[in-house]
């Protein structure tokens, strides 16, 4: 399965709910509506910035290939479950 | 351990785990530092969780750190401490959990090598405290002590009555939890339960009734007892955790734990744990190696016993004291302290919580 | 392996890729300073790179150490002999009874301790004399019993039946056995395994110690007891020695015997992390200095008098096995792959599960990285690669992001594990010895097909998968 071929609106988390999001350098985040707070480490704060300007799929992985030594089947499956476990986290705490 | 000369003056207290419920004696003992008469220096308290609310306490606390479980390690452990000590120069410890005296006493020659110095009991001292060999330390303070049985079986529970062992009487873990069981099929199954969790053996204990009263003091190492403060409960929590106490004169006590503290020599502080009977005897049921959660109250009674460990830790030779007076109350209550998100986001990223540095720029 | 050159030089400026992860806070959780250290990994195995020895041999693979095995062997005797004047030791087969860890232990003076005719008949095999044989367990076969008898080897009676046949065998071949009589009892620190040998508290040990006595076949030298395994507290075998000792004397007394030899069984704890034990091994598990401290100042004190009337202190006997070789083996395997599971919790599936690692039923073994793991450790299940539910190497351990074809490190597994593994579904992997000098032997072959099949006979009518007319 590649990235392409994903309905982005499936995948990606709740814009609203990703905005509201307080993300801080240290990867530490706070979800003002849940109360919960988690961890993130480098690059998961890299995609969440990202995703907190409305990048599309397309444009975080050009950023994160761009940045990082990585090719694209491992790039794909690893931002496949980012974003899976984000939203769960954001959508059933 | 012929202990350097220190004079403390960045001391990390752990146990600040101060739930309502339940509290660790590291705040209180933080507080009793900050009213010491000889000491103004720094405090850090140490904690395991993020939410210990002793951590978040600019009051008692300058700075607040998380340590690894004494489960992870010696060197996981001494790693973290030589961290502190860079961080913030820290040049002594006072543990205050039972869970982390093994593993203190086992270091406390690299501690020291660190620079880092403490004044707590031998190992030896510690093994003396096990629960199964009350009979012993009982037979050095001049006391009795409830008959104690190991049992290694189940079976036990159901012809204890031809070894003289009649219900009810209590089901204790090596290490910590007890119920009060009043037939076999209760017995066996609190034996199952806690031997499960705390492994063998599991102790049976003579079910006492009476009432339970406590002393705190140092041991000064060399067979003294140093500024004694004794305690009956008024109150106490669902957990059988006092919540109110009185301060007590009463002189068996006394005697009992001085007697203790000469013949193990005992070192640092400790908690002697005794029940007085209907009938008029005195049962020691434990001594624990650290202040009790109520220390605060030998600071509200006079007799601020941070102050004699000071001393000690700095090779002084604390005056005598008289035991403190009596009929002096504590009474614990709750408070909701305001902690800033963002030291909680310091405690969770970096396992810590320092001073925020004075703005250089007081304008806008 | 992983990539050996420098990812700087091969990719221009590009950092190195951490798998982005996302952790929820959850109360009583977040303390990441107190789980592993995130700096630990192990890149070699007695200065043997972990990656050259998957490369020879596959993973999963048992590496043990030659020199390992030696010093913790030379540690224990060590702490008894600089206690006690007369100890002797004996390897406990069933701990781990491949030839090379048996033999390194055999060429540093240790005797066998054997459990069954197989293991008899592996010492023997080895070259082991059967005088130097010592006979446990509660199943010795007739056949097995004879050939003992004739060679010497000595014998420990676990129950009367086999006391009788030992006597009728003595008095077919006109012999006098010497035999040691297995005793159990209450240590007040374990749990009594009263189902081996004759109990103290009962009269029933000292019941089978006239018996013997009233025969003119047997003569009994010796005492064993075997009080446990995984014994933490060292006081257990002070009450051993005390125990043994009260019995030896009433022994003599009442049945005029004079006995040679104590055994003291094994049950010495290793450095391993039992399941349900809150300390770590370091915190918990008495030293051998300890445990020698704890069992011969009361035998020395209750055999004082005894050797004062000019009868020899008895020899200390040893049958120590997983504190002497758990921790010189450790297993490879590699992650096959990552997974999240349904309740978010994430887990690895590694190339070795509960078959190859028995162990990892009651211990929480040590798991180590080959490198060093960049990211934030999460919460992780290790599974193995049966396609059963139970097979958990791990089921909570703080790990960072893996990558499939990373190798780790299990440890420590020398005990247990190369005797109780099973062949089932898969085969059974490669075990190798690193010898002093980096030297690396292969002592067992993984299984092929053929290992598992020569076994098997196939009826005439079912040697094919289809029905003949
Ligand atoms: C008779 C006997 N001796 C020695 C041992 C070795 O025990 P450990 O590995 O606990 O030292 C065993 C193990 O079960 C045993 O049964």
Redesign the pocket.
Known sequence: MTLDSIDEQVILPDPMALKRLAVSESGFVFDPVSGHSFTVNETGLVILHALQRDSRLNDIRELLSSDYDVDSQNLDRDLLEFLGSLSNQLEHP | MSAIMVAPNRIAVTGMNARPDNPGPGLAVARCLREAKNYSGKIIGLGYESLDPGLHLPAYCDAGYLLPYPSSGDDAFLERIELIREREQIDSMIPCLDAELPIMTRLAAELEKMGVATFMPTSAQLELRSKDRLDELAGHAGTDAPKTKSVTEAGFFFNCGQQGWHYPFVVKGIFYDAEVVKSAEQGAAAFRRISAQWGLPVLVQEFLEGEEINLTAVGDGKGKMLGAVMMKKLAVTDKGKAWAGISIADERLFDASAALVAATQWKGPLEVEVMRTADGTYQLIEINPRFPAWIYLSAGAGRNLLEVLLQLMRNETPPEMEPAPAGVIYLRYAEDNIVPLADYESVIMHGWRVPVPEPENHKQ | MTDQSDPEAQAGKLKPWIKPSIVMHRSGLVNKFGAVRRDRWQTDIEEVPIGELVHDFGSPLFVISESKLRDNLHRLMRAFTARYPSVRYAW?Y??NYLGAVCNTFHQEGAWA?V?SAFEYEKARALGVPGEQILF?GPHKPRAILERAIKEDAHIHIDHLDELYLIETIAKETGKVVDVTIRLNFETGYTENWGRFGFNVESGQAIDAAWRIARSEQLRLTGLHS?IG??VLDQRAYGAQARIMCAFLQEAEDKTGCEIETLDF????ASHNALQGIYLPPEQVVPSFDQYAEAICTPLIEATYERSARGRPLPILIL?????VVDDAESLVTTVVANKRLPDGRRCVVADAGVNTLFTAFWYNHQVLPTRELIGTPEETVIYGPLCMNIDVVRSSILLAPLKAGDTLVISPVG?YNNTQWLQFIEYRPNVVMVHPGKEVSLVRSAEKLDSITAHEHLPKHLSSPVKSK
Do not use: D, L, Q
């Not at chain 3, 069984?265 to 010495?268: A, H, M, Q, R, Y």
């Open positions: 406990s069933k701990t301790e459990v446990n075997h395994t995984f069984g094994g049950g010495f049958e120590t096995g997983r504190a005990a």
